[in-house]
């Protein structure tokens, strides 16, 4: 007869993707750590997925885990791109509540107390709008800008503007996440979809600590696209409107041959 332990759930994990963040992730998880600190105190975890990283990212998660049993390093083989790595985070964290943030800095881990408090008063999800974005060039946050609103018109979820994936999630919500079969996964319009009570933290976003921004305009217009087709029937009106005008083509040069 065999028996199964009770999975001990601490009461957060914090989950970071992680892309050639070498130079960073020192400031980043000392950071961290006292944001998590302040609000878990030792009932914590770091989920640290290095996402095929060609910058020693992997050797400097490798001795972070090693030194503190608070850290989870996850080095996929390749890179899978954000979304998939912050997946594999989050299928593999176990706190009752769920911090998603990435390892630039540039999302502020001293908010994660307020974000806490605001969970407590019975949120499902906290997420961080940003007021400003400090430190990028003006044509970066004129196509984000563009990017947010002609989205949110583009899709049936209702996606709030101005936010990413910094936010903090419920147990609930995180199951339900994982539960989702997507392929090619928009986090942030799934746990729009999901629904439940989710509220805002307005921040400014700072600039990136070191290193470049990862985020092309080829990857911002794929997780674009991304999130119409998985979240709007757009793509198969327009595939089906197109069927139609292809086929009446057809049927009038079919005619137009017989009656020849």
């Given at each position: 007869m065999t028996s199964s332990r009770p999975i001990i759930r601490p009461k957060l994990s914090a989950v970071a993707p992680c892309f050639n963040e070498a130079a960073g992730l020192p400031?980043?998880?000392?950071?961290?750590t006292a944001a998590c600190r302040a609000a878990a105190g030792e009932s914590y975890e770091i989920v640290l997925v290095n996402d095929g990283s060609q910058d020693g990212t992997g050797d400097v998660l490798?001795?972070?885990?090693?030194?503190?049993?608070?850290?989870?390093?996850?080095?996929?083989?390749?890179?899978?791109?954000?979304?998939?790595?912050l997946t594999a985070g989050l299928e593999?964290?176990?706190?009752?509540?769920?911090?998603?943030?990435?390892?630039?800095?540039?999302?502020?881990?001293?908010?994660?107390?307020?974000?806490?408090?605001?969970?407590?008063?019975?949120?499902?999800?906290?997420?961080?709008?940003?007021?400003t974005r400090q430190g990028e060039r003006a044509l970066k946050?004129?196509?984000?800008?563009?990017?947010?609103?002609?989205?949110?018109?583009?899709?049936?979820?209702d996606i709030p503007v101005d936010t990413g994936d910094f936010r903090l999630i419920s147990r609930r919500v995180l199951d339900i996440l994982n539960a989702m079969l997507e392929q090619n996964r928009f986090v942030r319009g799934m746990v729009s979809w999901i629904g439940l009570k989710q509220v805002p933290i307005l921040y400014d976003r700072a600039p990136r600590r070191a290193g470049e921004s990862h985020y092309s305009f080829r990857k911002l217009l794929r997780l674009a696209l991304d999130?119409?087709?998985?979240?709007?029937?757009?793509?198969?009106?327009?595939?089906?409107?197109?069927?139609?005008?292809?086929?009446?083509?057809?049927?009038?040069m079919l005619a137009y041959s017989l009656g020849s």
């Open positions: 400031e980043f998880y000392r950071q961290l490798r001795a972070l885990a090693a030194s503190n049993p608070h850290v989870v390093a996850i080095n996929l083989a390749r890179n899978f791109g954000h979304q998939s790595a593999h964290c176990l706190g009752e509540r769920v911090l998603i943030i990435d390892a630039d800095l540039q999302d502020p881990p001293g908010l994660l107390p307020e974000m806490m408090a605001l969970m407590d008063e019975g949120a499902d999800v906290v997420y961080g709008r940003r007021r946050k004129t196509a984000t800008w563009l990017f947010y609103r002609q989205l949110r018109r583009l899709i049936d979820v999130g119409i087709t998985g979240f709007s029937v757009l793509p198969l009106r327009i595939a089906s409107y197109f069927g139609l005008v292809t086929g009446i083509i057809a049927l009038t």
